[in-house]
């Protein structure tokens, strides 16, 4: 079955850095564009970054030059490496799978980030 594992969340100092990580299984991991979306309580769901089958990435104004994606296909798993950690960063962070032209996509159970001092 398919499954995104996501790992790396924990609780970090304001300037600290993590690296989340999103173990896939059950599917072809290098033919999907692979996203991380954060969700905080009472908020929309926010596209954080993504990063297409061909490595092109995409980034929300509020992270870029902080986070950067990235992906090993030998490995079937996705990153997000987060730099200069602020507070308005904590919250839930879900890895997404998708693959349009097979109307599929697929989400993960999240981890938790929170950024306090």
């Known amino acids: 079955q398919v499954q995104l594992v996501e790992s790396g969340g924990g609780l970090v100092q304001p300037g600290g850095s993590l690296r989340l990580s999103c173990t896939c299984s059950g599917f072809t991991f290098s033919r999907y564009t692979m996203n991380w979306y954060r969700q905080a309580p009472g908020k929309e769901r926010e596209l954080v970054a993504g990063?297409?089958?061909?490595?092109?990435?995409n980034y929300a104004d509020s992270v870029k030059g902080r986070f950067t994606i990235s992906r090993d296909n030998a490995k079937n798993t996705l990153y997000l490496q987060m730099n200069s950690l602020k507070p308005e960063d904590t919250t839930m962070y879900f890895c997404?799978?998708?693959?349009?032209?097979?109307?599929?996509?697929?989400w993960g159970q999240g981890t938790q980030v929170t950024v306090s001092s």
């Open positions: 990063i297409t089958t061909g490595g092109s990435t």
């Open positions: 997404n799978a998708v693959r349009a032209a097979m109307r599929a996509e697929f």
